[in-house]
């Protein structure tokens, strides 16, 4: 069993930068692929990246490429987003999982899955 907690959220202006965590329980984190997905008002959930159980691999959306990204520090079972020039169209709840082998992109893969975090970026 994983459990995951997300934190980082909040209200910022377009241009402007937030770093959002997920800290995980459990002794075999670092065997775990992780993920961030999204989802807006009114919209389904959304793939925004992933990263392998090492770190080595990565994925993004192509709406954040080159502005996010995703990292991960086993020794601390927790894993980053790193959010740079953030648009009004990132505003969404913001949602950790985490799936034992490869990354995937569908978030039917996905086992383990936090509570969400709201981001909100004004114009």
């Known amino acids: 069993q994983v459990q995951l907690v997300e934190s980082g959220g909040g209200l910022v202006q377009a241009g402007d930068s937030l770093r959002l965590s997920c800290a995980a329980s459990?002794?075999?984190?670092?065997?775990?692929?992780m993920a961030w997905f999204r989802q807006a008002p009114g919209k389904g959930r959304e793939f925004v990246a992933a990263i392998s159980w090492g770190g080595g691999s990565t994925d993004y959306v192509d709406s954040v490429e080159g502005r996010f990204t995703i990292s991960r520090v086993n020794a601390k079972n927790t894993v980053y987003l790193q959010m740079n020039s953030l648009k009004p169209e990132d505003t969404a709840v913001y949602y950790c999982a985490s799936r034992y082998g490869p990354r995937r992109f569908d978030e039917r893969y996905y086992a383990y899955w936090g509570q969400g975090t709201q981001v909100t970026v004004s114009s």
């Open positions: 459990g002794r075999t984190f670092s065997s775990y692929a």
